[in-house]
């Protein structure tokens, strides 16, 4: 289940800015230039009381932007607690679909299904509804999410995340992003964020967060980097 944050966010500028990362947690309604292929990876270390756990996330992310409107990401989950090594958790292959061009509000869609083929536990299927805009130097984008256990319907679990930002130079910017898991005993964050865009290449994002309800983490560090394949 995808963890949802309330993230202060620095983003690039607008080099970088077409492609699922532009906020660490809430999904960019663009899907980026006709055939970009992107590395996306995250490493999170989540400090809950005495247990600290480490999240490693590699993926693929191919953007076909104005030629069919699709977007496509592969992505593995590993995690380690209190020090034990990483071991594999599972694979999510989520496609992308933008449903319109407009100057005020731009909605796409996006489903996702992860699971871990060797534990022999259902899989999980994952919908967004992405919506949002992106007008230099400002943007702003927020996700709806619903969850559900495959072959489990009464397993569903629903969150959302807004972002909000506004560039500042060539290499920076800043942004507010609020996210939160609609159930009971869900996680609240805040968390201060810088990044760097490298030479419009690479977006490199660091952020540490702290938890604002008892059922949140007590802080979290989160590295985000994303790097141009094409």
């Excluded at 289940?1 to 809430?26: E, G």
């Excluded at 970009?36 to 600290?52: C, R």
């Excluded at 419009?200 to 983490?217: C, M």
Aim: charged content about 20%; proline content about 4%.
């Amino acid at each position: 289940m995808k963890k949802f944050l309330l993230l202060l966010v620095i983003f690039p500028a607008t080099a970088l800015a077409h492609h699922s990362r532009l906020f660490i947690r809430t999904t960019n309604y663009d899907l980026g230039h006709d055939g970009l292929w992107q590395f996306v990876g995250d490493v999170n270390v989540i400090k809950s009381g005495s247990s600290t756990e480490t999240e490693v996330e590699p993926g693929l992310f191919l953007g076909l932007g104005k030629f069919v409107d699709w977007g496509f990401e592969i992505h593995s989950h590993f995690s380690a607690e209190d020090g034990c090594g990483l071991g594999y958790e599972a694979t999510g292959l989520e496609v992308f679909h933008r449903l319109n061009y407009d100057p005020e509000v731009n909605h796409t869609i996006g489903l996702e299904y992860e699971d871990d083929p060797f534990n022999g536990e259902p899989g999980e299927f994952h919908f967004q509804w992405i919506l949002g805009n992106l007008v230099p130097p400002t943007a702003w984008m927020a996700n709806i999410d619903v969850s559900m256990v495959n072959a489990s319907r009464q397993k569903v679990t629903y969150g959302y995340s807004l972002a909000w930002g506004r560039t500042a130079g060539e290499r920076m910017g800043y942004a507010l992003e609020l996210s939160s898991d609609i159930v009971d005993h869900g996680s609240h964050e805040l968390m201060p964020e810088v990044s760097f865009n490298f030479h419009d290449e690479a977006l490199f994002k660091f952020g540490v967060g702290v938890g604002l309800t008892k059922d949140s983490p007590d802080y979290s560090l989160r590295l985000s980097f994303v790097s141009k394949m094409n």
